[in-house]
C-alpha cells in the first residue's frame, strides 16, 4: 500500500463533486490501476458543504474507512474556505487545488499552509465550455495536470466514452466537459 | 478467462448479478441504500435485458410474500431490502425458510430506527439471525458480487433462503473494481432451475401452509436444522467449484494470517479490510497478530472456528450490532460459545463498534490490538465489553 494515493473533494450539493470522484475512479481504473470512489453521505441538500474521496494505487484497496489524510485536496467552491477546514489532514507535503481566480499565494496565506497550493478559474471555465457553472469536470483537468499520473489524452478518451453513456442525447455536454478539462489542463497555475 | 475488470458500486454489482441470474421473478420496495439495485434492475427489466417478471409491490412486507408465492409456485425468485424493509418482512422470512423455498435476498446493512439513520450497521440482519436464513457477509464489492452468483446455487441446493449481505454506503455506494463473471459462465454455472415440488406442477398437487400443531410442527422444526446443518457441505462444496472455474477462494471465513497469531480479532463485513492492512503493519512490527474474517454467519461454522482459534492466545470480536442483552454483541456470544469446549481457551473480549455508520479507520483497529496485547503479557481483562470509540 506504500503508492496509496488519496484524494479528498470538497464541494457544494449540486456542484458534482460525488460525480466527479466516480469519474475519476472510472477514468483511473481503465488505466489499469485500483481505485475506490466514494461519497460522504450526510445530508444532501442543493448548497450544502459536501465531500468525496477517491483512493487510488497500484496495489488492491482492503482499506473501508474514510480518507483522514488526502495527499490532494480539492475545494470546487472557495467560499468552503471560510467555514470549512479544507486543509484538515493535509501534511505540510500535500497538494491543495482550488476553484478560484487568485493566485496560489493569495490562498497559502489565508489558510496558512505550508504545501503546494494550485488555483484555476474552474467557474469561468465551465460556464464558457459546459454553459453553466460546473467546476467538477474542469477540476478534474487541473488535478491530472498537477499530479502527472495519468495521461491527459487517455484522460479524454475515457472521459468521452463514460459521459456517452449518460448524455447520448445531449453531445454538446460531452464536447463541453471535453473542453473544459483541456483548458483547465492548460490555465492551471 | 473472466471480462475484464470495471469499477461498480456494491449496490450495480448486485444488480449486474441479478441480471446474469435473470430471476424469473423480482418483487422489490426500495429503500435506502438499497435503492439502487432494483432501480437498475427494472431498467434492465423494461430494456428487455432480462425476461422477469417485475412486481413493485407497496411493501416490503409484501415484496417478500410476492417472493415466496412466486417461489412456491416454481419460480427463481428474488428480492432486496435493507434496514426497516427486512424488519417489516419479518414475520414472512420465517415463512420462507420455513417452507424450504430458495429465495435470493441482496440486504444492504443500515442500522434500524430510532434514532432514524440509513448508515452501516449489521443489527438488521443480525436481528434475522434465527429466521432459518443462511447469511452470506461481504468484506468488498467483488465478494458481494460473487456471494449473490454462489447464493442462487446454495439456496437451490438446500431449499433454504440465503440472504446475502453488504455494508450501506461503505460498499453499496463505494466504486471498485469488480471482475464479473462472462454472462456465459455465470448462466453455466447458476444452471437452471428445476424445483421437484411446484404449486404450477397441477399433475402432483400439494398442500402448503397447513395447521400443523403438537402433534407434527416440532418434526418439521427439527427438519429445517437438519437442512441448516447439511448446508454447510453444500456451502463448501460450491464454494470450491467457484474456485476451481474463476480463481477466487470462497470457504466458511478467511484465514488471514490467524494461524500462527497471538491475538486476532474476529471481524465480519468491510471493516475485515481495513484490519488487513492493520495487521500487514502489525507483522511488520513482528507482532503475531491475526484477522479471522466470517463470511458466512447462518449456518454457523462453530467446530471450524474452534480449530483454527484453539491456538490464539487473545481473541478480539468485533460486532457491528449490539444485541442490548447487558452481556455482549451477537457475534461475540457465538464464538466464545464455539470456544467453550476447548481445554485451553483463548482469552477473549468483545467490542461493539460502528453503530449507525461511525467510522472505524486504522486508528480505532489498532488501539484493539494493543489491548490485545496488553492481555497476553498481563493475562488480565480489563473489559469484556467495549463500546469502541463512543462518547460516555
Given at each position: 500500500?506504500?503508492?496509496?494515493?488519496?484524494?479528498?473533494?470538497?464541494?457544494?450539493?449540486?456542484?458534482?463533486?460525488?460525480?466527479?470522484?466516480?469519474?475519476?475512479?472510472?477514468?483511473?481504473?481503465?488505466?489499469?490501476?485500483?481505485?475506490?470512489?466514494?461519497?460522504?453521505?450526510?445530508?444532501?441538500?442543493?448548497?450544502?458543504?459536501?465531500?468525496?474521496?477517491?483512493?487510488?494505487?497500484?496495489?488492491?484497496?482492503?482499506?473501508?474507512?474514510?480518507?483522514?489524510?488526502?495527499?490532494?485536496?480539492?475545494?470546487?467552491?472557495?467560499?468552503?474556505?471560510?467555514?470549512?477546514?479544507?486543509?484538515?489532514?493535509?501534511?505540510?507535503?500535500?497538494?491543495?487545488?482550488?476553484?478560484?481566480?487568485?493566485?496560489?499565494?493569495?490562498?497559502?496565506?489565508?489558510?496558512?499552509?505550508?504545501?503546494?497550493?494550485?488555483?484555476?478559474?474552474?467557474?469561468?471555465?465551465?460556464?464558457?465550455?459546459?454553459?453553466?457553472?460546473?467546476?467538477?469536470?474542469?477540476?478534474?483537468?487541473?488535478?491530472?495536470?498537477?499530479?502527472?499520473?495519468?495521461?491527459?489524452?487517455?484522460?479524454?478518451?475515457?472521459?468521452?466514452?463514460?459521459?456517452?453513456?449518460?448524455?447520448?442525447?445531449?453531445?454538446?455536454?460531452?464536447?463541453?466537459?471535453?473542453?473544459?478539462?483541456?483548458?483547465?489542463?492548460?490555465?492551471?497555475? | 478467462?473472466?471480462?475484464?475488470?470495471?469499477?461498480?458500486?456494491?449496490?450495480?454489482?448486485?444488480?449486474?448479478?441479478?441480471?446474469?441470474?435473470?430471476?424469473?421473478?423480482?418483487?422489490?420496495?426500495?429503500?435506502?441504500?438499497?435503492?439502487?439495485?432494483?432501480?437498475?434492475?427494472?431498467?434492465?427489466?423494461?430494456?428487455?435485458?432480462?425476461?422477469?417478471?417485475?412486481?413493485?409491490?407497496?411493501?416490503?412486507?409484501?415484496?417478500?410474500?410476492?417472493?415466496?408465492?412466486?417461489?412456491?409456485?416454481?419460480?427463481?425468485?428474488?428480492?432486496?431490502?435493507?434496514?426497516?424493509?427486512?424488519?417489516?418482512?419479518?414475520?414472512?422470512?420465517?415463512?420462507?425458510?420455513?417452507?424450504?423455498?430458495?429465495?435470493?435476498?441482496?440486504?444492504?446493512?443500515?442500522?434500524?430506527?430510532?434514532?432514524?439513520?440509513?448508515?452501516?450497521?449489521?443489527?438488521?440482519?443480525?436481528?434475522?439471525?434465527?429466521?432459518?436464513?443462511?447469511?452470506?457477509?461481504?468484506?468488498?464489492?467483488?465478494?458481494?458480487?460473487?456471494?449473490?452468483?454462489?447464493?442462487?446455487?446454495?439456496?437451490?441446493?438446500?431449499?433454504?433462503?440465503?440472504?446475502?449481505?453488504?455494508?450501506?454506503?461503505?460498499?453499496?455506494?463505494?466504486?471498485?473494481?469488480?471482475?464479473?463473471?462472462?454472462?456465459?459462465?455465470?448462466?453455466d454455472f447458476i444452471g437452471e432451475y428445476r424445483p421437484k415440488n411446484f404449486l404450477l406442477d397441477?399433475?402432483?398437487?400439494?398442500?402448503?401452509?397447513?395447521?400443523?400443531?403438537?402433534?407434527?410442527?416440532?418434526?418439521?422444526?427439527?427438519?429445517?436444522?437438519?437442512?441448516?446443518?447439511?448446508?454447510?457441505?453444500?456451502?463448501?462444496?460450491?464454494?470450491?467449484?467457484?474456485?476451481?472455474?474463476?480463481?477466487?477462494?470462497?470457504?466458511?471465513?478467511?484465514?488471514?494470517?490467524?494461524?500462527?497469531?497471538?491475538?486476532?480479532?474476529?471481524?465480519?463485513?468491510?471493516?475485515?479490510?481495513?484490519?488487513?492492512?492493520?495487521?500487514?503493519?502489525?507483522?511488520?512490527?513482528?507482532?503475531?497478530?491475526?484477522?479471522?474474517?466470517?463470511?458466512?454467519?447462518?449456518?454457523?461454522?462453530?467446530?471450524?472456528?474452534?480449530?483454527?482459534?484453539?491456538?490464539?492466545?487473545?481473541?478480539?470480536?468485533?460486532?457491528?450490532?449490539?444485541?442490548?442483552?447487558?452481556?455482549?454483541?451477537?457475534?461475540?456470544?457465538?464464538?466464545?460459545?464455539?470456544?467453550?469446549?476447548?481445554?485451553?481457551?483463548?482469552?477473549?473480549?468483545?467490542?461493539?463498534?460502528?453503530?449507525?455508520?461511525?467510522?472505524?479507520?486504522?486508528?480505532?483497529?489498532?488501539?484493539?490490538?494493543?489491548?490485545?496485547?496488553?492481555?497476553?503479557?498481563?493475562?488480565?481483562?480489563?473489559?469484556?465489553?467495549?463500546?469502541?470509540?463512543?462518547?460516555?
Amino acid at each position: 500500500m506504500e503508492d496509496l494515493f488519496e484524494v479528498r473533494w470538497h464541494g457544494r450539493g449540486g456542484q458534482g463533486a460525488k460525480t466527479v470522484a466516480l469519474l475519476l475512479g472510472e477514468v483511473v481504473a481503465a488505466s489499469g490501476k485500483y481505485i475506490q470512489a466514494f461519497p460522504e453521505y450526510g445530508p444532501e441538500r442543493m448548497g450544502a458543504p459536501i465531500q468525496s474521496f477517491n483512493r487510488i494505487s497500484s496495489q488492491p484497496i482492503t482499506l473501508h474507512c474514510g480518507v483522514e489524510k488526502p495527499d490532494i485536496v480539492i475545494v470546487l467552491d472557495p467560499s468552503l474556505m471560510e467555514t470549512i477546514d479544507v486543509i484538515g489532514g493535509l501534511s505540510g507535503e500535500g497538494t491543495l487545488i482550488v476553484n478560484s481566480r487568485e493566485d496560489p499565494s493569495v490562498i497559502k496565506e489565508n489558510l496558512g499552509f505550508k504545501g503546494k497550493v494550485f488555483t484555476l478559474d474552474a467557474s469561468k471555465i465551465s460556464r464558457e465550455t459546459i454553459g453553466r457553472e460546473m467546476p467538477n469536470t474542469p477540476m478534474m483537468g487541473a488535478l491530472i495536470k498537477v499530479t502527472k499520473f495519468l495521461n491527459l489524452k487517455e484522460v479524454l478518451e475515457k472521459t468521452r466514452t463514460k459521459l456517452q453513456e449518460k448524455f447520448r442525447h445531449k453531445p454538446e455536454v460531452i464536447e463541453g466537459n471535453i473542453r473544459a478539462i483541456e483548458r483547465a489542463y492548460q490555465e492551471v497555475k | 478467462m473472466s471480462e475484464k475488470r470495471m469499477a461498480k458500486t456494491a449496490n450495480e454489482a448486485i444488480a449486474e448479478a441479478m441480471r446474469q441470474i435473470n430471476p424469473d421473478v423480482v418483487a422489490a420496495y426500495p429503500i435506502t441504500p438499497a435503492t439502487e439495485i432494483v432501480q437498475i434492475f427494472s431498467q434492465f427489466v423494461a430494456d428487455g435485458k432480462v425476461t422477469t417478471e417485475f412486481v413493485p409491490v407497496e411493501s416490503e412486507h409484501s415484496a417478500m410474500s410476492a417472493v415466496v408465492g412466486a417461489s412456491l409456485a416454481g419460480a427463481r425468485a428474488m428480492t432486496a431490502t435493507s434496514s426497516q424493509g427486512l424488519a417489516l418482512m419479518w414475520e414472512i422470512l420465517y415463512i420462507a425458510s420455513a417452507l424450504r423455498l430458495p429465495v435470493i435476498m441482496p440486504m444492504v446493512n443500515r442500522a434500524l430506527s430510532a434514532p432514524i439513520n440509513i448508515h452501516c450497521d449489521h443489527s438488521d440482519s443480525m436481528g434475522a439471525r434465527d429466521s432459518g436464513w443462511i447469511q452470506l457477509y461481504s468484506e468488498s464489492v467483488q465478494e458481494t458480487y460473487d456471494n449473490v452468483i454462489q447464493a442462487v446455487r446454495i439456496a437451490e441446493r438446500s431449499l433454504l433462503p440465503v440472504m446475502v449481505t453488504t455494508d450501506g454506503f461503505i460498499l453499496s455506494h463505494c466504486l471498485e473494481l469488480l471482475t464479473p463473471l462472462l454472462d456465459k459462465e455465470a448462466k453455466d454455472f447458476i444452471g437452471e432451475y428445476r424445483p421437484k415440488n411446484f404449486l404450477l406442477d397441477t399433475e402432483h398437487p400439494f398442500t402448503v401452509g397447513a395447521l400443523d400443531l403438537q402433534d407434527y410442527y416440532f418434526e418439521h422444526k427439527r427438519q429445517e436444522a437438519e437442512a441448516m446443518i447439511e448446508s454447510k457441505k453444500i456451502i463448501l462444496k460450491i464454494g470450491e467449484e467457484f474456485e476451481r472455474k474463476f480463481g477466487r477462494r470462497y470457504e466458511f471465513f478467511e484465514d488471514y494470517k490467524v494461524i500462527d497469531s497471538e491475538v486476532a480479532t474476529v471481524v465480519i463485513g468491510s471493516a475485515a479490510g481495513t484490519t488487513k492492512v492493520v495487521v500487514d503493519q502489525l507483522r511488520e512490527e513482528k507482532i503475531k497478530a491475526g484477522l479471522l474474517k466470517l463470511r458466512v454467519f447462518r449456518p454457523f461454522p462453530a467446530e471450524e472456528l474452534k480449530e483454527l482459534l484453539k491456538n490464539v492466545k487473545v481473541i478480539a470480536v468485533l460486532d457491528r450490532a449490539d444485541s442490548l442483552n447487558a452481556v455482549s454483541g451477537p457475534l461475540f456470544s457465538e464464538i466464545r460459545n464455539a470456544l467453550y469446549d476447548l481445554e485451553e481457551r483463548p482469552k477473549i473480549v468483545n467490542y461493539i463498534y460502528g453503530l449507525g455508520g461511525r467510522d472505524i479507520g486504522l486508528k480505532e483497529i489498532h488501539s484493539i490490538y494493543e489491548d490485545l496485547e496488553e492481555i497476553n503479557r498481563t493475562g488480565k481483562i480489563k473489559s469484556l465489553l467495549t463500546y469502541l470509540g463512543v462518547r460516555e
